[in-house]
Every structure is written in structure tokens, then in C-alpha cells.
């Protein structure tokens, strides 16, 4: 390995979750924060509990809504007659 380009190893870091427990681990950060851990989780905790953090259903409403708003808000096109005469035509005339 090459000596200088490694980060530094942390042996007692901290990672505090948004519950408010705080562990100690080992990693090249000093301290993390964390939304959510095993302490609070629903898979661990058996409790129920809707965790939207980063507004993905409002941001799936907004843009499903934007969509059905331009949809509505466009013009079926005509459909376009082509100028050239078919060969069928042109045996008929």
C-alpha cells in the first residue's frame, strides 16, 4: 500500500441517530448523524411508523400533478396528409 494517501482511522466515532442514541464505532469520520437506527427502526422496534424524511410522497404528488396538468393542457395534433400519391392511386387515375 501507499504510504500518505490513506484517511486516518477513527477508533472511538461517534454516530448520533435523530432519536437521540448516540454509538461508537470505528470509522475515518469523527462524528455522522444518522435519521434513523436500529434503536428506533420498525423491523427492530415492531412498531409502526411512517418515516418520510425527505418529502418523497409530496414531491411524487407535485410532480404527478404538474404531469396531468400539461397533458390536459395540450392539443391532440392533426394528423398530416401526405402530398404524394400512393401507387394505388395512381393506377386508379
Given at each position: 500500500?501507499?504510504?500518505?494517501?490513506?484517511?486516518?482511522?477513527?477508533?472511538?466515532?461517534?454516530?448520533?441517530?435523530?432519536?437521540?442514541?448516540?454509538?461508537?464505532?470505528?470509522?475515518?469520520?469523527?462524528?455522522?448523524?444518522?435519521?434513523?437506527?436500529?434503536q428506533?427502526?420498525?423491523?427492530?422496534?415492531?412498531?409502526?411508523?411512517?418515516?418520510d424524511?425527505?418529502?418523497?410522497?409530496?414531491?411524487?404528488?407535485?410532480?404527478?400533478?404538474?404531469?396531468?396538468?400539461?397533458a390536459?393542457?395540450?392539443?391532440?395534433?392533426?394528423?398530416?396528409v401526405?402530398?404524394k400519391?400512393?401507387?394505388?392511386?395512381?393506377?386508379?387515375?
Amino acid at each position: 500500500m501507499k504510504t500518505g494517501i490513506h484517511p486516518t482511522y477513527n477508533e472511538k466515532a461517534t454516530i448520533t441517530c435523530a432519536c437521540g442514541a448516540v454509538l461508537t464505532t470505528g470509522s475515518v469520520l469523527e462524528a455522522t448523524s444518522i435519521d434513523i437506527c436500529s434503536q428506533c427502526h420498525p423491523f427492530y422496534t415492531g412498531k409502526k411508523k411512517f418515516i418520510d424524511v425527505t418529502g418523497r410522497v409530496e414531491r411524487f404528488k407535485k410532480l404527478t400533478e404538474l404531469s396531468q396538468a400539461k397533458a390536459g393542457a395540450l392539443q391532440p395534433k392533426k394528423a398530416r396528409v401526405s402530398q404524394k400519391s400512393t401507387g394505388a392511386e395512381a393506377v386508379a387515375a
